[in-house]
């Protein structure tokens, strides 16, 4: 009879902690500046991408498409610290990169309902990665040079 009491606080307990370790991402980031800001956020972005691909697989949409969105706006922090700092830019593209590796990766795991949701944030990284990578080489990041036979 002990057991059903228990049984129910440990489970509270666990959504609980489980509940404020998805919070736990977002308040590191905001008291730091720099170069750590960007470091914090692409790690908040790699964790929520992850939790995401969790909650898809666990069929909690709702959650999972909380995720993508908290993933989309530790990018768009991401960058924005790196333009302002002037520093890490070309280690933020690299993870940016490695990120929009994962959400396509993901994208193909997903149902057809689903897909289209991530597709256009992973459009969304991609243009985030596209403004580094025009501050760090200009206008020639855009184009494509062909080798003349």
Not at 68 to 97: F, P
Not at 118 to 140: I, K, M
């Amino acid at each position: 009879m002990k057991a059903h009491r228990i049984l129910p606080l440990c489970l509270f307990f666990v959504g609980f902690s489980m509940a404020q370790n998805t919070a736990e991402p977002q308040k590191k980031i905001e008291p730091v500046g720099g170069i750590d800001c960007v470091r914090q956020s692409l790690q908040a972005a790699r964790w929520s991408i992850e939790e995401a691909n969790r909650r898809f697989a666990a069929s909690d949409v709702p959650i999972a498409r909380n995720a993508v969105d908290a993933t989309l706006l530790n990018v768009h922090r991401a960058v924005e610290c790196s333009l302002q700092a002037r520093k890490g830019e070309k280690k933020a593209e690299i993870e940016l990169r490695t990120l929009s590796r994962r959400m396509k990766a993901i994208a193909q795991t997903l149902d057809s309902e689903e897909r289209p949701y991530l597709s256009h944030a992973l459009t969304e990284v991609e243009s985030e990665r596209d403004r580094l990578l025009h501050v760090l080489f200009g206008d020639a990041a855009g184009t494509r040079v062909e080798k003349k036979p």
